[in-house]
């Protein structure tokens, strides 16, 4: 069995910098025709300058002409001209609201919704997508539940706004994401893939600890329906969050799931499985070209359920860095057809 995908962008993907964006960018523009680069650094890419260096600097890690970085500011509050400023940057996508403090280099966030209005309403008038890490600091299992009411607020109050409600966990979230035609999605592999069983009912698996958590399997399945029956506002966002091995094996693992290597075999997986990949090309592409207007360039990829063994790590520039199915064979992969 094979399927052919054409330009297979993901949505949501964190590069890094320095040695570990040399090691990792190039594993993401081996097989995407794009992605959505998250502003998560140290300190976070909050202005002109240090967009334009951080676009160069992914551009040049990634290496591959047919690969477009789509870039982010990570949220403050912005001038309206400071947003017009950003909008004339080439590859400047959108904003990234991190609430302060819920995720990896999320320090500098929003403390509090109100004060980001002014922000949020140039952002809406100047047609600039707002992205969302929609979790609280509740309970670790109802942090995104707890969220949910910022979606609908946000929703409501910016209605040309277009929000994009990142890598979501929970049934109930996709039901706010139907209350709202302003509202889209990512869904991440490892969110379709896996439940808080698999990260440590049997044992603890650091490789799997990401943020938002895995949730329960009414959780799963709902995500699953989501993109298996290829909802017009949901698109993928692998999420792909590589810490060095140390910093995942240790006593205070850090989160994120470093699966750029393996999305798209991972995904031939599961949709070949529900018998669904004709769904799979407006999943990885067709739905986010049309809800933000893209044209990526092109780039023909192959998945055939041909098996793929999966390294322990990637080791290069003096990084290690283990991927999702780490030493495992998956039963799909991909390849590049070239013109
Ligand atoms: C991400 C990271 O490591 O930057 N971690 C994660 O668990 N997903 C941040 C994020 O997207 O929350
Ligand atoms: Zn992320």
């Known amino acids: 069995m094979e399927i052919t995908l054409t330009s297979p962008l993901d949505m949501h993907l964190h590069v890094r910098d320095g040695e570990m964006m040399r090691l990792v960018a190039p594993l993401s523009a081996q097989y995407f025709a794009g992605a959505v680069i998250m502003p998560n650094l140290v300190p976070p890419v909050v202005d002109e300058q240090s967009l334009r260096a951080y676009a160069a600097r992914v551009k040049n890690a990634a290496d591959d002409a047919s690969f477009l970085p789509l870039m982010t500011l990570f949220f403050r509050n912005y001038s309206e001209s400071d947003l017009r400023v950003a909008k004339t940057i080439p590859g400047f996508f959108a904003v990234k609201l991190y609430p302060a403090g819920v995720t990896t280099n999320s320090d500098m966030g929003v403390q509090s919704l109100r004060t980001a209005e002014p922000t949020l309403r140039s952002m809406e008038e100047l047609d600039i997508p707002l992205l969302v890490h929609g979790e609280s600091h ?153 809800l933000y207007g893209l044209h990526p360039p092109t780039k023909t990829v192959l998945l055939r359920d041909t098996p793929l063994h999966v390294p322990m790590q990637y080791c290069s520039y003096g990084q290690s860095v283990v991927p999702l199915y780490a030493g495992e064979q998956i039963p799909w992969s991909a390849s590049i057809v070239r013109e």
């Open 138 to 290: 509740g309970f670790v299992m109802d942090r995104e539940a707890e969220f949910l009411p910022a979606y609908r607020y946000l929703a409501e109050q910016f209605p040309k706004l277009r929000i994009c409600m990142e890598h979501i966990t929970t049934a109930a979230a996709a039901h706010v994401l139907d209350e709202y035609e302003n509202l889209s999605a990512t869904i991440t592999l490892h969110h379709l893939e896996f439940t808080l069983d698999d990260v440590l009912g049997t044992a603890m698996k650091p490789h799997l600890f990401c943020k938002p958590i895995a949730k329960r399997e009414e959780d799963r399945e709902a995500l699953l329906q989501l993109a298996l029956s290829a909802h017009p506002r949901v698109m993928f966002g692998s999420d792909s969050a590589p810490h060095p091995q140390h910093r995942k094996e240790c006593y205070d693992c850090s989160a994120g799931v470093f699966s750029a290597p393996v999305a798209l075999a991972g995904l031939a997986k599961i949709f070949a499985r529900h018998r669904a990949l004709d769904k799979l090309q407006a999943f990885v592409c067709d739905n986010a070209c049309r």
